[in-house]
């Protein structure tokens, strides 16, 4: 089973900031098989980031992915007030057939 | 609009059953390859079940094998959930997601969600 290990786990910065967030894989994995969520209190995921560096419809610019192999980070280039939230990395292909990361939780400083 | 709307949660003693329903709207439910996913109060994510567009490939998690069924009704837009022997640890909001456009590696559209709790 692939685990994915996201760090840190919480992140505190201030609107105008660039986040970093990282997710590593226990053994590699394809990168077009992997995803970035974000998700806000009382609210479902939403789509952020697929093939580790593919934009979902919609998604602002300032969000990025990069990575390979077993290390991958999503990076926010620019913080806004409605970026403060959990995000999650997911795997695709391994049994299980899909594995999320326990979170990162990007808190306003 | 593409809509995703969960249903048919609610309260149940451990060892009870429930289904759970989600409706689909706002786009061809019969070719998109669709997915439950659930979260624990507090917790992460956590992949429970896929049924592919004819039903011909279902997946499920360990933690549900042989408690849980999923189905479909391509004709009805529905996707289905239901739950038997269900546990203390499957206390969780269930969620339906559909996929990408012919990729199955993510999941594109969510619904609200669907809050279970198993308790005495």
């Known amino acids: 089973e692939i685990v994915l290990t996201q760090s840190p786990g919480t992140l505190s910065l201030s609107p105008g900031e660039r986040a970093t967030l990282s997710c590593r894989a226990s053994q590699s994995i394809s990168s077009s098989y992997l995803a970035w969520y974000q998700q806000k209190p009382g609210q479902a995921p939403r789509l952020l980031i697929y093939g580790a560096s593919s934009r979902a419809t919609g998604i602002p610019d300032r969000f990025s992915g990069s990575g390979s192999g077993t290390d991958f980070t999503l990076t926010i280039s620019r913080l806004e007030p409605e970026d403060f939230a959990v995000y999650y990395c997911?795997?695709?292909?391994?049994?299980?057939?899909?594995?999320f990361g326990q979170g990162t939780k990007l808190e306003i400083k | 609009e593409v809509q995703l709307v969960e249903s048919g949660g609610g309260l149940v003693k451990p060892g009870g059953s429930l289904r759970l329903s989600c409706a689909a709207s706002?786009?061809?439910?019969?070719?998109?390859?669709m997915n439950w996913v659930r979260q624990a109060p507090g917790k992460g994510l956590e992949w429970v079940s896929s049924?592919?567009?004819?039903?011909?490939?279902?997946s499920y998690a360990d933690s549900v094998k042989g408690r849980f069924t999923v189905s479909r009704d391509n004709a009805k837009n529905s996707l289905f959930l239901q739950l038997n022997s269900l546990r203390a640890e499957d206390t969780a909001v269930y969620y339906c997601?559909?996929?990408?456009?012919?990729?199955?590696?993510?999941?594109?559209?969510w619904g609200q969600g669907t809050l279970v709790t198993v308790s005495s």
């Open positions: 706002g786009f061809t439910f019969s070719s998109y390859s």
């Open positions: 997601a559909r996929e990408r456009w012919r990729s199955s590696d993510t999941f594109e559209i």
């Open positions: 049924i592919s567009v004819t039903s011909s490939y279902i």
């Open positions: 997911q795997q695709y292909g391994s049994s299980p057939l899909y594995t």
